[in-house]
T-cell receptor
Framework: TQLLEQSPQFLSIQEGENLTVYCNSS?????LQWYRQEPGEGPVLLVT?????EVKKLKRLTFQFGDARKDSSLHITAAQPGDTGLYLC????????????FGKGTMLLVSP | KAGVTQTPRYLIKTRGQQVTLSCSPI?????VSWYQQTPGQGLQFLFE???????NKGNFPGRFSGRQFSNSRSEMNVSTLELGDSALYLC???????????FGPGTRLTVT
């Protein structure tokens, strides 16, 4: 059983559309991170959320941490081809020395 | 600052052989984590080293081992390679723990 479930697994949209990616768990996380990975590269950290209900914005990307710290969402407004990539959420169950557990990711393809 | 570097980038080995992968973290980062990424399982945590000590270990067989040197550089070794070990091996560094992890580009290992 995957500790972090991401949905959808794959998303293909046209440039200019909006989308939301979800990351869900039955476990409570002390923090949750979102990464984007492009082909042939390692994941790049986009944001870290630590407080239940927290909302962070990064240009056209909006990240939300659930009130109970069990889930998170990533919303992209007016998607662009440069947003194409694998979006990964990762949660830390403890603090300090704990490890990160990753979801399997959402592959986003934005066509011009 | 230079990013995380991993060598080699690509590797082809035969079943039964062993392999050593290298990771140089960002200057000043003392924590190095290793992950295995496959299409089926996603990103799975192998182990984390901090100040030359293994602090956390994932659920992988003993054929997977690692170490960290006094300059924070890290190596991981896989002995008696199996076909299922074919994967992208990612190294990530951080200043102290799981927060703000910075990934290298990975080593693509193919076992034939």
């Amino acid at each position: 059983t995957q500790l972090l479930e991401q949905s959808p697994q794959f998303l293909s949209i046209q440039e200019g559309e909006n989308l939301t990616v979800y990351c869900n768990s039955s476990s409570v996380f002390s923090s949750l991170q979102w990464y984007r990975q492009e082909p042939g590269e390692g994941p790049v950290l986009l944001v870290t959320v630590v407080t239940g209900g927290e909302v962070k914005k990064l240009k056209r990307l909006t990240f939300q941490f659930g009130d109970a710290r069990k889930d998170s969402s990533l919303h992209i407004t007016a998607a662009q081809p440069g947003d194409t990539g694998l979006y990964l959420c990762a949660g830390a169950l403890g603090s300090g020395y704990s490890t990160l557990t990753f979801g399997k990711g959402t592959m986003l393809l934005v066509s011009p | 600052k230079a990013g995380v570097t991993q060598t080699p980038r690509y590797l082809i080995k035969t079943r039964g052989q062993q392999v050593t992968l290298s990771c140089s973290p960002i200057s000043g980062h003392r924590s190095v984590s290793w992950y295995q990424q496959t299409p089926g399982q996603g990103l799975q945590f192998l182990f984390e080293y901090f100040s030359e000590t293994q602090r956390n270990k994932g659920n992988f067989p003993g054929r997977f081992s690692g170490r960290q040197f006094s300059n924070s550089r890290s190596e991981m070794n896989v002995s008696t390679l199996e076909l299922g070990d074919s994967a992208l091996y990612l190294c990530a560094s951080s200043f102290q723990g799981v927060y703000e992890q910075y990934f290298g580009p990975g080593t693509r290992l193919t076992v034939t």
